[in-house]
């Protein structure tokens, strides 16, 4: 088992005259999606197939859309879900990934578990189809309410093996929804390790009702250290995705300095034989 070292969009807005700065950090894998332009999109795979760089892309591709429509059954956004399956297939992108289960319809009232139930073999059929993982991202509901993760938590590991999802695990959304219910973030990530394929990695600042996402650095709220020690057990590669937002980043010396610490505190990273660290100008330190 080994981590694959990522970079998200999200760490630029995925804005386009800022998307080449993800090549800067020498990531092994980039994932991208809230595109403003279709051509920042072919721009990224260009350069992701020039360079070696396995690309994972977010379901919806475009900000425009809707990224919450799979649960509530719109057809327009089942239509985009297999459109960008079609793509991933024919470039050979590294996964998919969708936000599923998102349990609340747009007037905010909680569709249950039993909707949840009905999506999950369309999900598997698309994903048998196309030969390309569709990664599951459970996300909070409005107002941070974690529904979504209670449920998870509620069903037993028999189902969820039957269900054998692939989940990206937001370390964000877990803090957040763990701190709701005063229960154990640890035992959280545990219970739905077996089924990661993708983890999203920053910390979290919280203020009045907002929050961000906050860059990975030795000090700060969500146990980063502890979350990758307990996805390490699990026996398969995952893609460890540094996804902060640029709201709250002081400098890029902040972000070297934490991705810096967390190639030397975790691992092994796949595909990285020789390159260790970074100097801040994003030159590879041996």
Known sequence: MAFIFSISGSTVASESERLRELFKWYPQAIEIGDIKVPGDFEAVVQ????????????????????????????????????????????EGFAYVTVHFPYVWDQSGKNLGVHQVREFVPRIKRLERAYGVPVVCEPKLGPRRDP???????????QELLQWDLSLCLDVGDLYLAAKSLRSSYEDM????????????????????????????????????LETLEILGGIGSDIFAVIQH????????DQVAKGINWLLSNTGPWKYREGISTYDGKYRCVK
């Open 147 to 157: 529904a979504a993760f209670v449920m998870l938590w509620t069903l037993s590991k």
């Open 245 to 252: 937002t640029p709201h709250r980043v002081r400098d890029n």
């Open 47 to 90: 350069n992701c197939r020039r360079q070696g760089i396995r690309l994972g892309v977010h379901s919806p591709l475009y900000s425009i859309d809707d990224r919450y429509g799979l649960l509530r059954g719109e057809p327009a956004a089942w239509d985009e879900l297999q459109r960008n399956l079609e793509r991933a297939r024919a």
């Open 189 to 224: 990530v545990a219970h739905l390790a077996p089924w990661c394929h993708v983890v999203h990695l920053h910390h979290v600042w919280t203020g009045g009702t907002r929050y961000y996402w906050t860059p990975v650095e030795e000090h700060g709220n969500v146990p980063i």
